[in-house]
């Protein structure tokens, strides 16, 4: 399967979804789309990316944490000992364990105590070799 292919074949299954799916002007992307999903008010939005001369398609949101959550888990890192960091700590363990690529953006240490959660990606590469619409779905 080429890209051209699997650009084919993504539209294909978002449309038999019934998913929109806005393209993005990406110069360094042969496609680049925006999905909301699931396909409401409050969905996500998920980018799909098939990036020149890869052989891969790419699946990736980025999410922000909203001012109220982090000054919940600021004053929640000024209460008991370890709590914060170890929230931390199995957060990391469990992304691990999953079948995706992260990055979790952390505020600065203040006091020797990471900063709240900022920010947070999730990603998943699938090669062409093993596209199929389960697995892209």
């Known amino acids: 399967m080429n890209s051209r292919e699997a650009a084919d074949r993504v539209r294909e299954w978002l449309q038999s979804e019934r998913l929109e799916a806005r393209d993005v002007v990406d110069q360094q992307a042969m496609l680049h789309l925006h999905v909301r999903y699931p396909p409401t008010k409050q969905g996500h939005l998920f980018n799909v990316v098939i990036p020149k001369n890869r052989d891969l398609i790419l699946i990736y949101s980025v999410t922000r944490v909203d001012d109220g959550q982090q000054n919940e888990m600021t004053e929640q890192s000024s209460g008991e000992s370890g709590d914060w960091e170890r ?15 992260w990055v979790l953006h952390v505020g600065k240490k203040q006091n020797d105590v990471p ?3 900022q920010a947070f990606n999730l990603s998943r590469p699938i090669w062409f070799d093993g596209l199929t619409q389960n697995e892209f779905m």
Request: proline share 6%.
């Open 87 to 101: 929230w931390l700590h199995d957060t990391r363990i469990h992304l691990t364990q999953a079948d995706l690529d």
């Open 115 to 117: 900063g709240p959660l």
